[in-house]
């Protein structure tokens, strides 16, 4: 049974918002639904790593803090490595400082050649407190992001994006517009 778990409105805490994370995700394999576990209920920071195979969220005050804990965590449950497939950046030019939110898998992982299948589709980035932030992106392990204007990847797209420093320079300008994406 897949369910949504909707962000409370009128926080004044976006670092709350990003704890209450509930991104649905679907592959061709089916959907999944990820929620924090109680576990990560004290997760703060501004740099968040959303682990899709173990359905984890960790926030840290940096980016590398927030993938070192990541990693960490993988250990944990004696994985050995973690493949960043997606960092989105709240500034331009991958700039750190107001935020980013990467996208991990456990393992060696690549996404195909081609775009589809599809392999991810992140359907709604306002549970994670991300709708209308992303202002640049860059994708690692030969996967590509495809943003859309509405959740459940739909309304208007971009083009398949590998790595833009200013996302507003794209086709139809997409600069703090993103609601969902697909990975492929």
């Known amino acids: 049974m897949v369910k949504r778990i909707e962000k409370h409105s009128g926080s004044p805490d976006r670092k709350r918002a990003l704890v209450a994370l509930a991104l649905s995700f679907t592959a061709a394999a089916g959907a999944l639904v990820l929620a924090p576990s109680a576990a990560q209920a004290e997760t703060t920071g501004d740099h968040c790593v959303y682990n899709l195979t173990r359905d984890e969220l960790t926030c840290s005050e940096t980016p590398e803090a927030a993938l070192a804990a990541d990693a960490a965590d993988a250990g944990d449950v004696g994985i050995q490595a973690t493949s960043t497939l997606v960092r989105l950046y709240d500034q331009v030019d991958y700039g750190t400082a107001n935020g980013t939110f990467t996208l991990t898998v456990d393992g060696t992982y690549n996404c195909t050649a081609a775009y589809t299948p599809v392999e991810f589709t ?7 407190g991300w709708s209308n932030r992303a202002s640049s992106a860059r994708t690692y392990h030969q996967c590509d992001v495809k943003l859309f204007d509405s959740a459940d990847a739909t309304g208007t797209s971009s083009t398949w994006i590998d790595a833009l420093a200013n996302l507003n320079t794209a086709s139809g ?12």
């Open 122 to 128: 992140v359907v709604n980035l306002s549970s994670a």
């Open 173 to 184: 300008g997409w600069s703090n517009r993103a609601s969902s994406f697909q990975v492929s």
